[in-house]
C-alpha cells in the first residue's frame, strides 16, 4: 500500500492510493494519515481507483480522517470507488454520510454491452 498526493484548485488535496487498504497497509501508512489531518485544504478527495481491497481497519481509517476533517468544517469524499470496497461501503451505508463517487463494474460495463446488442 502507497499513497501519492496531489494538490488541486481551491485548496483540494486528492490521495490517491495504491493497493489494498487493509490491517498491513494502514499500518504502514498510519504515520502519513495522521499527516494528511494536519494539511490545511478545505476539501480532500480520497481517489480509491487503484484500491481492489478494503476491510475494517481500512473502512476505519477513512471514517476515522473523515470525522477529524469535518470537525474542522472541510469536507472528505470518496471517488474511484469499485468492486470488493464498493460493496462494503454499500453495505455500511458509509455512502450516506460522505460523498462518494462510484466507478462503474467491469460486470455492469458487460452487461449494458449485451442490452445495447
Same mark, same amino acid.
Request: aromatic fraction near 6%; charge should be positive.
Given at each position: 500500500?502507497?499513497l ?5 484548485a481551491?485548496?483540494q488535496?486528492v ?8 490491517? /498491513?497497509?494502514?499500518k504502514?501508512l498510519?504515520?502519513?494519515? &495522521?499527516h494528511?489531518?494536519?494539511? /490545511?485544504?478545505t ?8 484500491v &481492489?481491497? $478494503?476491510?475494517?481497519?481500512? $473502512?476505519?481509517?477513512?471514517v476515522?480522517?473523515?470525522k477529524?476533517?469535518?470537525?474542522q ?5 470518496l471517488?474511484?470507488v ?6 462494503? !461501503?454499500?453495505?455500511?451505508? !458509509?455512502?450516506y ?8 463494474d /467491469?460486470?455492469? $460495463?458487460?452487461?449494458? &454491452?449485451?442490452?445495447?446488442?
Open positions: 500500500m502507497r501519492q498526493t496531489h494538490r488541486a481551491n485548496h488535496l490521495v490517491t492510493f495504491f493497493g489494498d487498504l487493509n490491517a /498491513q497497509g494502514i504502514n498510519r504515520s502519513k494519515f &495522521d494528511l489531518e494536519h494539511l /490545511q485544504v476539501q480532500m478527495v480520497l481517489d480509491l481507483h487503484h &481492489d481491497l $478494503i476491510d475494517s481497519s481500512g $473502512i476505519g481509517a477513512i476515522f480522517l473523515y477529524r476533517i469535518r470537525t468544517g472541510n469536507s472528505l469524499s471517488v474511484g469499485h468492486g470488493q470496497p464498493k460493496s462494503l !461501503i454499500k453495505m455500511l451505508r !458509509i455512502h454520510n460522505m460523498p462518494v463517487s462510484w466507478s462503474p /467491469q460486470q455492469s $460495463i458487460n452487461v449494458t &454491452d449485451k442490452a445495447s446488442s
